[in-house]
């Protein structure tokens, strides 16, 4: 009769394993029957009844031992592990090297693995994390899902249909007064629920009720617990207190704790102020698309419901038949848009992260085969005194456990470093940065990944040595150099595969950085600033006359040889964006909705810009005296192709809207890139004196130090206007920089990768050689004692190798361009085939692959042909 | 000879026993303070076997378990009978002594 066999007993059975097999086998089963009738006695102190056990087993164990002259089979365990440590130590070069092999490889798959898992696959840190959709508008012509009006916010906040709860959020920069200067902060207005939805919990005070979103409540405000430490000193009576925002008073109601973190959405920043969006008005706005839309799902509520609803409430906000520019409504995940297309890249990351784990594996597997076989003479002492192959076996895998084991330990710190140096030098915008952290389960599965892979890499060349050891086969064997080969093959393919992908990402880093911007960014200085700090109420007429004398104060800075005004930094997002009819368009049903560049003073001449047909602006036409504009090539191929652009007209408004103004087009500039490698859009340029700004930048042209330049600035606004906020001055340089930095980060973290990968190759090719050459030194010898010149020796061996490195080469070159179809989405300019590209990396990793191979070549042939050819030890 | 070996060898001297029927009775006299495990126990019963003191006997009749497995079952065998009767007199000449040594007497206490 069988029993059910408990924990209890298979924990026991274990101990038991402390005992020699001949004695367990005797009473090992008279033991357990023991055991159990005993367990039923001691079951009420189970802590103190194993405690027992174990001394008892483990002190009687000794004795029998003993009594056998031999041990257990834990106890050879633990003798394997002693006996495998001294052997490691004996070789600290070899130790040394294949455990910083498998800490890169581990460490660096670890913390891919760890940021993917952070980012991408973890749902978002909310409640019902997987029913929260995003909601935006659909606009004519944007490829892109735009955000929603504060008409349609009013009305789904309204009627939330098959939601839970809608909230929205804006961003706005403000001017804050009445705590110490005027300052620019970053405000968040926010729709009822807000703070309900993202689990906000107030530290001072209370959060924003639904009485503060009514139109005719007092203005309040929210700020974040980090802006309260910060700013207001961690002042304890801070509720209550009024301040001054925006030139109205606002009465601060409460401290929100800094457990507070709502999703960052379209590029905004973490919030410090949170203001109501007062939507109950009677005439929300319809016409500015700045609400970011975030809905809770009624539990049951399909993702279909909420697409209806939605496409519902836009129809009756922006009726089809008015014919506006808005086409409809759509949801997508939140997550989704939180991540966006970071995770692609991650995966990428991982993709390449794991090649090099495996290109690690490979590399510590060749060398344990070489040091199986440099071995043999130790091993085939231990088998003629006894040991059974088994046994052998046996040690030598304890060796690349104990080698598994510290490699894995090691690149558990590599990963940490790793994660704390992404955290550090990745994009800021690269979504969940905070939250990539190294994390327990992450670092087990791939410590312990790591651990299996060196047993799984070890097995082979264990078993080849511990069967020679036994067997009294000779030292040097045919298959090992054959495995050896293929190893060398195989990571030079992978190797290859790898630096294939970093240099299609430099090159194309290459190409986006040396590609011509569309203007002149030498020596020019950007300084934003916030026309909210301007009195309210200020006439266009005071407003402009204000800029343009601050403009020509600025000129007149020592070290400035220019000063303009514009609406928008360069290489910064479009700031503006308005809805024009461009001539041959008054059929269309809708208007084309166009980005909107506003300058003044000299930015056409500091920027260097040359209009390629009709003109620039004359200096009455800046000031504002009719309505012309500017447009670049891709305004006049998207909506006049293969025609003249200068002389025409473009109105403003929809081709429904009656005369709004008309602009003539006085001339065609080049294409001024956004973001560097990307296509450029259609623009329209305008002078400045014809719009009114919410934000501007003042760009000096400077041939002295931007440090200098920038100081001067900030006493001139000072003076000029102590109301203005003053925030970033930076030159156009470093934002070029900065509109890189994602391309720029793909190709230096696949460069660090491709540069290990290729030195582990490079350092498989190397010893491979050296060692199947120090092996050969007889044969070698016998060549040159027949008057072989040593120059062919050499040639010979070197091209042996070099066939292997051929050939991984090819191997490598092929799997690239299968894989490079993984590149070609993050690749903005060049082709994911670039023939140039893989022929450099071919030409390069043979020659370096042949020059690893001829070192040792040429040094283990440089022998004495007498002193080889000597009779050698066993 | 060791107070556990004694004991054990005192045990089986009621009678055949099988491993945990030695530890009841062992304990059972001692009140607990003689303990055996497993690991101890056994240890004792290989070096037993190993002098020959005891050995393995067919289970008594009528104590074969119903459902369990058959458990082995030890005897003194002649040479571990003389040698428990050796160590108990001398002993006792041991405790004799003890016993006439004037400031141990029972009559003092």
């Known amino acids: 009769m069988t029993r059910p066999t408990t924990l209890n007993v298979r924990v026991f059975r274990l101990l038991l394993k402390l005992y020699p097999g001949p004695y367990r086998r005797k009473y090992g089963r008279e033991m357990e029957l023991f055991f159990e009738e005993a367990y039923e006695e001691g079951r009420t102190q189970p802590i103190r009844f194993w405690l027992a056990e174990f001394r008892d087993h483990v002190s009687a164990s000794r004795r029998i031992r003993r009594r056998y002259g031999g041990e257990g089979t834990m106890m050879s365990l633990v003798h394997d592990m002693r006996w495998a440590m001294r052997a490691l130590r004996r070789t600290p070069g070899f130790t040394v090297f294949a455990t910083v092999v498998l800490a890169l490889g581990v460490g660096t798959t670890t913390a891919a693995f760890t940021a993917l898992d952070r980012v991408a696959l973890r749902p978002l840190p909310y409640q019902g994390a997987d029913r929260l959709l995003y909601l935006g508008t659909r606009i004519k012509d944007q490829t892109n899902l735009s955000a929603v009006s504060p008409a349609l916010m009013a009305a789904l906040l309204e009627s939330p249909g098959p939601a839970e709860a809608v909230v929205g959020l804006g961003g706005a920069e403000s001017v804050l007064t009445g705590i110490g200067d005027p300052t620019r902060v970053n405000l968040t207005q926010v729709t009822a629920g807000y703070f309900e939805m993202w689990e906000g919990r107030p530290i001072l005070g209370r959060l924003l009720t639904g009485a503060d979103h009514e139109a005719t409540a007092a203005h309040t405000l929210v700020v974040s617990e980090g802006y309260w430490r910060s700013r207001l000193g961690g002042d304890p009576d801070v509720v209550g207190r009024v301040v001054n925002l925006n030139g109205r008073p606002t009465t601060i109601v409460g401290v929100v704790s800094k457990a507070f973190r709502p999703p960052l959405l379209g590029g905004s920043r973490t919030g410090e102020l949170f203001v109501s969006m007062g939507l109950r008005q009677s005439e929300p706005e319809r016409g500015r698309f700045f609400i970011r839309a975030v809905a809770r799902l009624q539990r049951g509520a399909s993702k279909a419901d909420m697409n209806r609803h939605v496409s519902g409430i836009t129809r009756a906000v922006y009726p089809p038949s008015a014919g506006g520019f808005v086409t409809g409504a759509a949801t997508r995940d939140l997550k989704e848009v939180v991540v966006g297309d970071v995770s692609s890249s991650l995966q990428r990351a991982l993709a390449a992260v794991t090649l090099l784990l495996v290109i690690a594996c490979v590399n510590v597997s060749n060398l344990l085969l070489a040091r199986g076989s440099s071995r043999h003479s130790e091993l085939t002492v231990r088998g003629a005194l006894g040991a059974s192959r088994r046994r052998i076996a046996r040690q030598l895998t304890a060796e690349n456990v104990i080698l598994g084991a510290m490699g894995s330990g090691l690149g558990a710190l590599v990963a940490v470093a790793t994660l704390a140096a992404v955290r550090t030098w990745a994009p800021p915008t690269l979504p969940r940065l905070a939250e990539i952290r190294p994390d327990a389960l992450a670092l087990c599965l791939s410590c312990g990944a790591g651990l299996c892979a060196v047993i799984v890499v070890g097995l082979i060349p264990s078993l080849q040595a511990s069967r020679r050891a036994t067997t009294a086969r000779s030292g040097r064997s045919r298959e090992d150099m054959k495995i050896q080969g293929g190893l060398v093959f195989a990571e030079t393919a992978l190797a290859v595969t790898l630096v294939v992908g970093s240099a299609l990402l430099a090159k194309d880093l290459i190409d986006i950085t040396s590609q011509d911007p569309g203007f002149a960014i030498d020596g020019l200085v950007s300084a934003q600033i916030s026309v909210r700090g301007r009195p309210a109420g200020e006439s266009s007429e005071t407003a402009h006359q204000f800029w343009r004398s601050l403009t020509e104060r600025a000129r007149s800075l020592p070290g400035v040889s220019s000063a303009s005004l514009v609406s928008q930094q360069p290489f910064g997002s479009a700031g503006m964006v308005g809805i024009y009819t461009p001539e041959g368009m008054e059929d269309a049903p809708q208007g084309a909705w166009v980005p909107t560049l506003a300058v003044g003073g000299d930015y056409l001449s500091a920027t260097n810009m040359r209009p390629l047909e009709g003109r620039l602006f004359t200096p009455a036409e800046l000031e504002g005296d009719r309505l012309v504009t500017l447009v670049n090539a891709s305004f006049v191929d998207r909506y006049w192709p293969n025609e003249e652009g200068a002389g025409r007209r473009i109105k403003s408004g929809g081709p429904d809207i009656d005369d709004e103004g008309t602009y003539e087009v006085v001339g065609v500039v080049p294409d001024v890139s956004q973001e560097p490698g990307l296509p450029a859009e259609p623009l329209m340029i305008v002078p400045m004196a014809l719009e009114s700004l919410r934000e501007m930048f003042l760009l000096l042209g400077t041939d002295a130090d931007p440090a200098l330049v920038a100081d001067a600035l900030r006493n001139l606004i000072r003076q000029s206007d102590p109301g203005l906020p003053i925030t970033s001055i930076t030159t156009v340089e470093a934002l070029a920089r900065d509109a890189v930095a994602t391309p720029r980060f793909l190709a230096v973290l696949f460069g660090s990768l491709a540069a290990v990968a290729l030195s582990l190759a490079l350092a498989g090719i190397y010893g491979t050689t050296a060692y199947s050459t120090e092996k050969r030194q007889r044969e070698i010898g016998i060549r040159l004692a027949l008057g072989a010149p040593r120059s062919r020796v050499v040639r010979d061996v070197t091209l042996r190798a070099g066939a292997v490195v051929l050939g991984g080469t090819a191997c490598g070159l092929g799997v690239a361009a299968l894989a490079s179809t993984f590149l070609s989405e993050v690749l903005r300019q060049t082709p994911a085939l670039h023939p140039g590209v893989y022929g450099a990396v071919a030409i390069a990793v043979v020659s370096i692959g042949s020059a690893a191979a001829w070192l040792p070549a040429n040094t283990y042939t440089r022998v004495d042909p007498m002193k080889t050819l000597r009779p050698q030890g066993p | ?109």
């Not at chain 2, 378990?65 to 001398?90: C, D, F, M, N």
């Open chain 2, 1 to 109: 000879m060791t107070t556990r070996t004694l004991q054990i060898l005192l045990a089986l001297a009621e009678g055949p026993a099988h491993g945990y029927g030695v530890k009841q009775r062992v304990e059972r006299r001692t009140n607990g303070t003689v303990e055996l495990r497993s690991g101890t126990l056994y240890e004792a019963i290989q070096r037993l076997e190993g002098q020959r003191a005891i050995k393995e006997v067919p289970p008594p009749k009528g104590e074969v378990p119903s459902g369990g497995p058959p458990k082995r079952y030890y005897a003194l065998t002649e040479e571990g009978y003389h040698a428990l009767v050796q160590e108990i007199s001398r002993m006792d000449a041991v405790v004799r002594h003890a016993k006439s040594l004037p400031f141990l007497s029972t009559e003092r206490a």
